[in-house]
Nanobody
């Protein structure tokens, strides 16, 4: 079992920055990849960014390349999402998710564990 808890959400002005944290607990030795997804009301869950738990390779969604950065601290069992130049349309609940393999990392259906989500609201 793996538990994930997100934090760091809140209200930010357009063009501003925010850092989200995902604290993990449990059998992280079984985890291959940890990602951030987001879901706005009435929209599908969208892949934002992810990172390999052991090796550190990263993957980013097409809409955020160059503005967001995913990182991790294995000693603290924490994955971070640094978000810069935020846009109002990026208002959403941001979720942390983990999966045991490195396959299909951009598809939310492939993930085994989820956090409860943290709301990020970007005001214009």
């Amino acid at each position: 079992q793996v538990m994930l808890v997100e934090s760091g959400g809140g209200l930010v002005q357009a063009g501003g920055s925010r850092r989200l944290s995902c604290a993990a607990a449990g059998h992280m030795d079984r985890i291959g990849f940890v990602s951030w997804f987001r879901q706005a009301p009435g929209k599908e869950r969208e892949f934002v960014a992810g990172i390999a738990w052991s090796g550190g390779s990263t993957s980013y969604g097409d809409n955020i390349k160059g503005r967001f950065a995913v990182s991790k601290d294995n000693a603290r069992y924490t994955v971070y999402l640094q978000m810069n130049s935020l846009r109002p349309e990026e208002t959403a609940v941001y979720y942390c998710a983990a999966k045991t393999t490195m396959m299909g990392v951009t598809n939310w259906l492939n993930y085994d564990y989820w956090g409860q989500g943290t709301q990020v609201t970007v005001s214009s």
